[in-house]
Every structure is written in structure tokens, then in C-alpha cells.
Nanobody
Framework: QVQLVESGGGLVQAGGSLRLSCAAS????????MGWFRQAPGKEREFVAA????????RYADSVKGRFTISRDNAKNTVYLQMNSLKPEDTAVYYC?????????????????WGQGTQVTVSS
């Protein structure tokens, strides 16, 4: 069993930055591939970024490539999402997820565990 708690969301102006954190409970965090997803009002959940259990490789949605960076610290049971050059279209609830399957997570948007989400709002 893995519990995920996101933090770091908030309100930021366009062009600004935020760093999301996802703290995981349990001793098996390092076994899981981790990902970030987001869901804007009236839209379906979409994949944002993923990181392999070992830290490499990583994968990003085209819409965030070059602006967002995913990383993890297995010693701290934490995964991060550094978001730079934020745009109003990045506004959404951001969810952290843990998956034993690398490909399923970012191709089928499925995961074994999900966090409750943290709101990110980017004003223009």
C-alpha cells in the first residue's frame, strides 16, 4: 500500500514557476515508477510527466517539454515537478501517481495509486 500526498500548488502569474512535491508513505516507494497528471475543469485527465523507478528515463507530454522537470529522491520517498514558464493553460488540478508498469502509466493513464491532487492556477 502506498499513500501519496501532493503539495506546492497555488496561484502564480504567467511566466512564473512552481515546484510540486509528492510525498509517499510505505517502504516500497523505490519500486514504483512515478508520474504527474493534471485535469482542468471540463476536460479529461491528461499525462504530464513520468519518471522511472531508477530515475531514468523520464517522459513528458509535448505541451510541457522544456518547461517542466520531473525528479525523485528515493531516500526521501518524494517525487517533484518543477514547473517553469507557466501558462494559463497549465491551470489544473495536478495529481501524483505511482505505478508498477512504466508503459501503462503514460500510455493508458492508469496507475496503482493516486494522490488527492493539488490546485495550480496560472493567471494571465
Amino acid at each position: 500500500q502506498v499513500q501519496l500526498v501532493e503539495s506546492g500548488g497555488g496561484l502564480v502569474q504567467a511566466g512564473g514557476s512552481l515546484r510540486l512535491s509528492c510525498a509517499a508513505s510505505g517502504r516500497t516507494f523505490s519500486r514504483y515508477h512515478m508520474g504527474w497528471f493534471r485535469q482542468a475543469p471540463g476536460k479529461e485527465r491528461e499525462f504530464v510527466a513520468a519518471i522511472n523507478w531508477s530515475g531514468r528515463p523520464t517522459r513528458y507530454a509535448d505541451s510541457v517539454k522544456g518547461r517542466f522537470t520531473i525528479s525523485r529522491d528515493n531516500a526521501k520517498n518524494t517525487v517533484y515537478l518543477q514547473m517553469n514558464s507557466l501558462k494559463p493553460e497549465d491551470t489544473a488540478v495536478y495529481y501524483c501517481a505511482a505505478s508498477e508498469s512504466w508503459f501503462v502509466m503514460w500510455t493508458r493513464l492508469e496507475a496503482d495509486y493516486w494522490g488527492q491532487g493539488t490546485q495550480v492556477t496560472v493567471s494571465s
